[in-house]
Nanobody, 123 residues
Framework: QVQLVESGGGLVQAGESLRLSCTSSGRTFRSYTMGWFRQAPGKEREFVAG????????YYTDSAKGRFTISRDNAKNTVSLQMNSLKPEDTAVYYC????????????????WGQGTQVTVSS
């Protein structure tokens, strides 16, 4: 069975950086698209970034472009999200998930989810 575990969240000030990591246990996610989502208080879960199975293609929501970078290491069953120039609006619980389609970006296109890691950005 697939289990995804996120780490790297924390409390930072606006303008600082964080690097989130997601590790899969029990089964490799080689050949699967992987993505990061976030859910802020009182808001619905939204797509942030995705990466193809080979790592050759990455895609982002508009608010993340130019600031966030998604990457993966299939040999280690890990996917990361480098978050630079963080803003208070980025405050949310961040989740990694396994995609079940090409360029997946909607909730229904992901079948396994981690438990989430909290990112809080203060001004």
């Amino acid at each position: 069975q697939v289990q995804l575990v996120e780490s790297g969240g924390g409390l930072v000030q606006a303008g600082e950086s964080l690097r989130l990591s997601c590790t899969s246990s029990g089964r490799t996610f080689r050949s699967y698209t992987m993505g990061w989502f976030r859910q802020a208080p009182g808001k619905e879960r939204e797509f942030v970034a995705g990466i193809s199975w080979s790592g050759g293609a990455t895609y982002y929501t508009d608010s993340a472009k130019g600031r966030f970078t998604i990457s993966r290491d299939n040999a280690k069953n890990t996917v990361s999200l480098q978050m630079n120039s963080l803003k208070p609006e980025d405050t949310a619980v961040y989740y990694c998930a396994r995609g079940i389609g090409v360029y997946a970006r909607t909730l229904s296109e992901f079948d396994y989810w981690g438990q989430g890691t909290q990112v809080t950005v203060s001004s």
